[in-house]
Every structure is written in structure tokens, then in C-alpha cells.
């Protein structure tokens, strides 16, 4: 998002009323950026391929029907991890055939609904494949895939790395045996027709992301070879594309990455294999701004602090791992204009009853007021959308905006959770159910 078009959409929000005594936090989603972004997803691989390509957004980086329905409408289906997020792709209208259903603990149910649907499923284990030998037993209609871990290693945030040697995710390739089980996996089952990788979120580099799709696709001319014909035909290389939180810039860009592919992998790239991709985060992060009110503003051991609505709910990972998950903040006045205050080393504080709750520390920012508002920037994906409960904080109202003739206007995508809803799925309907 240009400083310039959050600077109008902050104003507006202020101006409109979306924040308010009830309702002091609001998220913001930037209709036209995310447009852009997905735009720019499908021309960078469009440019390094004649082969279809299925980009599948990740639901877990942004989890809003309104937001698959959006991307839906830009070509972009679905990648799926639970039955939630299978319903909330469903809800959004994505075709089962744009869908893919990964996820390291799949239930027999999951599989058979899966199938029933056509959505393809890339097994994660020989465990997992062996429950989908005994559903295929009638023949296959889905796509299927085997995830594999090509342990090219970790990035810079441990708890996001997921091709490190004993990650829990997919078959571990270089383990002993492991890349001969896999080859015979697929000599077994002719229906076995795709490859998946995902190396890791925020955090590796682009070229240890390429080494990993690279380890992908000799694995599958490895097959391929083995069994004598391109049984194959589709290799899926997960997301993963980093984010740049630390300034406006789109740095990776969609294109870098797939050019890079191009020059590292150019056999992946040559028509003969399909492509999967799973971005999150590139898609969504930067086109979200959360927004909340500076309740108040206090001195403690002489360092400023702005007590603030936006904390540990909206912003978990940055809350416990700051030094991972690091968030721009911009200060804006009363009214929404960009603060003019002097610049204060201060703390921005969340709401919520334990000390950690901050989401910037000794930050240096125009001094803050009882009054003004803060935005958490880049916070589109995994923040505001994927809620954490504590202190019963309710999930924040998520508007999308455009700007029409110069005016900005926002469209509901998801309401603020009520008081009354917060009680009532904590079990307000059965106060009395321990009582005997
Ligand atoms: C989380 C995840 C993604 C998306 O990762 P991003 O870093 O948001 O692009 C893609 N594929 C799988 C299997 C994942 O678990």
C-alpha cells in the first residue's frame, strides 16, 4: 500500500467513524493492492512458462470469505489445511479443481470428503497414502501429490522452517531409504501424479526457496524415468515468498522469484509439468493496516508509553517473538492526519493484561496522545484475520477499501465479534453444566 492511499483510508476510517468507543481497533484491506498482487502473481509465472499454472492461495495468511472470494475472482483458487478452511474456500465459491488440501494430520473424513469433492490432496506421510490406497480402492478422481522435505534447512525464523532435517512436514528425502520409498511409492501407484514441496514461510532466502524447488524436480524426472513415462505431470511448489516488513517496497517481487526459478530450474519450467503455487503472505501482508485508538498515554521509569487497543489479539506473533516479527507503526492524530508531533523514543502498548503486550518497544515515533491513532502496518496476512482470544478481546471489524472519484469507501467483510458472542462460545448457554 503507497503511503498516499493509507493515509487517505486512514483518514476516511477516522472520519467515518470506524473506530469508536465500542469498537477502538479496525482492520483495513486494500481491494485494489490485493488485486494488484495477484495480478502480478499470475504475470510472473505467465512469463517463465507455457504450462498451466494453478496459483492457491494459502487461506491460513488470511482466513475472510470475502478476501478467497476476491482472489477467486482474480484466478486464484485455494490451498486448504483443515475442514474450516476447506468450507471457508467452498463459501468463497473456489472450484474444487482450483482447490488443494494439505495438512500434516489429514482425518480419514477429510480424505473421503476430499475426494468426493475432486480437491487435490497431497499426502504428507506413507501413512496417509496407505488410508488413500484404501479410499482408491474404487479409482481416484482427485489429483494426488506426495509432500516432500528436501532438508535444504532452515531459515531465519525456526518455528516457519519447514525443510529443516527433522521438520515435521512431509517425507524426509535424504533420510536413509527415504528417496528410494518415495520413487517406489509412486512405481506402485500410477495415479500418484504430483509432486509438493513447500520449503518455509518469512524467513528463508529466495535462493535456499529455489534450491528446494530444484531438489523437487530432479526427485520427479527421477520418477518419471523410473516408471517410463511423464506420470508426473504436475509439481507443486508451495509458498513462502518473504515479506519486506521493514519499508513500502514489494521486495521479493513475484517476478524475481519465478525468474529466478526460470534460470535455476529451467526444466521445471519448459511445458512439460504443470505448476502449483501456495503463496500467502506475498499475496495479502501488505495491503492490511490495523487501526486502533491510543486510550492512553502514560510515563513509566520515564519512558513514554501509548496504552493502545491493538495487541497480542491482532498481533500475536509480534507480541511473543518481536525480534522475528518485527511491525512498522505509523502515528496519526485525533482527526487521522498523519501525526506532526516531535519524534519520542516510546513504547506502543497493547490492552491485554500481561506485561509482553507491546507491540513496538523503544520506538522512536512522533510523541503520542490520548486520542490519536495508531496503524500497524503490513498486517494483512496472519495478523488481524487469524484472532487470538486472550483477555476475551473480540476479533476486530475487517473493512476493504477502494477509492472511488477521489472518495474512499469501505465494504464490510467481517463484523466485530459482539460481547454477547464472546459469551456465548464460552459457554454462556451452560453456566450451569459443572455445577453437578
Ligand atoms: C503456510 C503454507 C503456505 C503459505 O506460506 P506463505 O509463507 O504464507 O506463502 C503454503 N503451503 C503450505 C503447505 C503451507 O503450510
Known amino acids: 500500500m503507497t503511503v498516499e492511499r493509507r493515509n487517505q483510508a486512514v483518514r476516511a476510517a477516522v472520519e467515518q467513524g470506524l473506530l469508536s468507543e465500542d469498537q477502538p481497533v479496525a482492520a483495513?484491506?486494500?481491494?485494489?493492492?490485493?488485486?494488484?498482487?495477484?495480478?502480478?502473481?499470475?504475470?510472473?509465472?505467465?512469463?517463465?512458462?507455457?504450462?498451466?499454472?494453478?496459483?492457491?492461495f494459502a487461506v491460513k495468511a488470511t482466513p475472510l470469505v470475502p478476501v478467497l472470494a476476491l482472489l477467486n475472482a482474480e484466478g486464484i483458487g485455494a490451498e486448504v489445511a483443515s475442514p474450516g478452511e476447506l468450507a471457508l474456500a467452498r463459501a468463497a465459491g473456489v472450484r474444487p479443481e482450483h482447490t488443494v488440501l494439505d495438512s500434516p494430520a489429514k482425518t480419514t473424513a477429510e480424505l473421503r470428503e476430499a475426494f468426493a469433492l475432486g480437491i487435490a490432496v497431497n499426502a504428507d506421510n506413507p501413512q496417509e497414502l496407505a488410508r488413500i490406497d484404501a479410499l482408491a480402492a474404487d479409482g481416484v478422481a482427485s489429483p494426488v501429490g506426495v509432500r516432500v522435505?528436501?532438508?535444504?534447512?532452515?531459515?531465519?525464523?525456526?518455528?516457519?522452517?519447514?525443510?529443516?532435517?527433522?521438520?515435521k512436514f512431509g517425507v524426509a528425502l535424504r533420510d536413509e531409504g527415504a528417496r528410494e520409498a518415495v520413487v517406489r511409492m509412486y512405481l506402485d501407484r500410477p495415479w500418484l501424479t504430483r509432486l509438493h514441496t513447500h520449503s518455509g514461510s518469512q524467513g528463508i532466502p529466495l535462493a535456499r526457496m529455489a534450491e528446494g524447488v530444484a531438489a523437487v524436480y530432479e526427485l520427479a524426472e527421477e520418477i518419471n524415468a523410473a516408471v517410463g513415462r511423464q506420470q508426473i505431470d504436475t509439481v507443486?511448489?508451495?509458498?513462502?515468498?518473504?515479506?519486506?516488513?521493514?519499508?513500502?517496497?514489494?521486495?521479493?517481487?513475484?517476478?524475481?522469484?519465478?525468474?529466478?526459478?526460470?534460470?535455476?530450474?529451467?526444466?521445471?519450467?519448459?511445458?512439460?509439468?504443470?505448476l502449483v503455487t501456495e503463496f500467502g503472505r506475498a499475496l495479502i501482508a501488505k495491503h492490511g493496516t490495523t487501526l486502533a485508538r491510543v486510550e492512553y498515554a502514560k510515563v513509566s521509569g520515564s519512558r513514554p508509553i501509548a496504552v493502545t487497543h491493538a495487541g497480542v489479539q491482532v498481533a500475536t506473533r509480534t507480541v511473543y517473538d518481536p525480534v522475528s516479527w518485527p511491525l512498522r507503526i505509523a502515528a496519526y492524530d485525533g482527526k487521522g492526519l498523519p501525526s506532526t508531533a516531535p519524534e519520542t523514543v516510546q513504547d506502543i502498548a497493547g490492552p491485554a493484561c500481561?506485561?509482553?503486550?507491546?507491540?513496538?518497544?523503544?520506538?522512536?515515533?512522533?510523541?503520542l496522545e490520548q486520542g490519536d491513532v495508531i496503524a500497524a502496518l503490513d498486517?494483512?496476512?496472519?495478523?488481524?484475520s487469524s484472532h487470538y482470544g486472550y483477555n476475551s478481546l473480540p476479533r476486530p471489524a475487517v473493512y476493504g477499501f477502494g477509492v472511488r472519484a477521489g472518495a474512499v469507501e469501505f465494504s464490510p467483510v467481517r463484523a466485530a465479534q459482539s460481547v454477547a458472542e464472546i459469551v456465548a462460545e464460552a459457554g454462556g448457554d451452560r453456566a450451569d453444566a459443572l455445577l453437578g
Open 354 to 367: 500481561f506485561a509482553g503486550d507491546l507491540l513496538a518497544e523503544g520506538r522512536s515515533l512522533p510523541r
Open 236 to 274: 507443486d511448489i508451495g509458498g513462502g515468498l518473504p515479506v519486506n516488513f521493514a519499508s513500502d517496497e514489494t521486495d521479493p517481487t513475484f517476478a524475481a522469484y519465478a525468474r529466478l526459478l526460470k534460470e535455476r530450474v529451467p526444466g521445471l519450467l519448459d511445458g512439460r509439468y504443470g
Open 28 to 56: 483495513l484491506l486494500d481491494v485494489a493492492g490485493i488485486r494488484e498482487s495477484a495480478a502480478a502473481l499470475r504475470a510472473a509465472f505467465a512469463a517463465v512458462t507455457d504450462a498451466p499454472v494453478l496459483h492457491a
Open 379 to 384: 498486517t494483512g496476512a496472519y495478523y488481524f
Open 149 to 167: 522435505n528436501a532438508q535444504i534447512g532452515a531459515g531465519s525464523i525456526g518455528a516457519l522452517s519447514t525443510a529443516t532435517a527433522t521438520s
